[in-house]
C-alpha cells in the first residue's frame, strides 16, 4: 500500500523569507499524481500544486515549487517570499495514475506559522 | 460555476442518533469521493462513488457506515448509532471523469460532534 510521510508536525518562517516543507513517500508504481494541498483554519483544502511523476521539471505555481526527486522518493514544497496569509496546514497527498484505485493517500501534515 | 457544495457545514448529534451528510459535486461531475478528518491528522480515505453506484468502499468502517449517490440528489453519508469517535470532519470531493481523478475538488466539509 502507498504510503506518504511528513516529518515536520510545526515549521515557522519570517515573512518574507523561504521555506521548505518535506515530504516522503513509498509506492511500487511507476506513474502517479503528486500534490500539495493548504488547509487554513476554515478547513477548506485549497490545490497548491500538482506534480505528474512522468514530468521531469519541477512544477511551479507563482511562489510555490516543488522539489520532486523521484528515484529519493521526495517531494518537497518550497515557498517563497512567506506572506501572512500563507500560515496553515499543508498536506502532501499521493495519487495512482492508472486503474485500481482513485483515491488520494494524505501525509500526517505540516503546520505552518508565518512570523511578523 | 458552484464549487462543491456540503451540508450541514457543522452537525451535533447524541450518541446513538443517526447523521447524514450531503454532498453535491460540482457541475458535471459525476464522480464523489469522500474523506474523514480526525483531529490533528490527514484525511483518510472513505469511499469512492459514481451515479448509482459504489467503486471503492476500502476504506469505509464494516459496520454503521454507508454511502450513496443516487441518480438524482446529492451524496449521502449517513453514519448510524454514531459514537464519539466517529467526531471528526468530513470531506467530499468530486471529479468529472475516472481518468481525472487527479482533479478532484474539495468541499468545505462537515464538522461532525457526537456528544
Known amino acids: 500500500a502507498q504510503t506518504v510521510t511528513q516529518s515536520q508536525p510545526e515549521m515557522s518562517v519570517q515573512e518574507a523569507e523561504t521555506v521548505t516543507l518535506s515530504c516522503t513517500y513509498d509506492t511500487s508504481e511507476s506513474d502517479y499524481y503528486l500534490f500539495w494541498y493548504k488547509q487554513p483554519p476554515s478547513r477548506q483544502m485549497i490545490l497548491v500544486i500538482r506534480q505528474e511523476a512522468y514530468k521531469q521539471q519541477n512544477a511551479t505555481e507563482n511562489r510555490f515549487s516543488v522539489n520532486f526527486q523521484k528515484a529519493a522518493k521526495s517531494f518537497s514544497l518550497k515557498i517563497s517570499d512567506s506572506q501572512l496569509g500563507d500560515a496553515a496546514m499543508y498536506f502532501c497527498a499521493y495519487r495512482r495514475s492508472l486503474g485500481g484505485a482513485q483515491k488520494l493517500v494524505f501525509g500526517q501534515g505540516t503546520r505552518l506559522t508565518i512570523n511578523p | 460555476n458552484a464549487g462543491v457544495m456540503q451540508n450541514p457545514r457543522h452537525l451535533v448529534r447524541r450518541r446513538g442518533q443517526e447523521a447524514r451528510l450531503r454532498c453535491s459535486p460540482m457541475k458535471g461531475h459525476s464522480h464523489v469521493y469522500w474523506y474523514r478528518q480526525l483531529p490533528e491528522e490527514g484525511l483518510k480515505f472513505m469511499v469512492y462513488l459514481q451515479k448509482e453506484n459504489i467503486i471503492d468502499e476500502s476504506g469505509m468502517p464494516k459496520e454503521r457506515f454507508s454511502a450513496e449517490f443516487p441518480k438524482e440528489g446529492p451524496s449521502i453519508l449517513r453514519i448510524q448509532q454514531v459514537v464519539r469517535g466517529d467526531s471528526a470532519a468530513y470531506f467530499c470531493?468530486?471529479?468529472?471523469?475516472?481518468?481525472?481523478?487527479?482533479?478532484?475538488?474539495f468541499g468545505p466539509g462537515t464538522r461532525l460532534t457526537v456528544t
Open positions: 470531493a468530486s471529479s468529472p471523469r475516472r481518468d481525472r481523478a487527479h482533479e478532484q475538488y
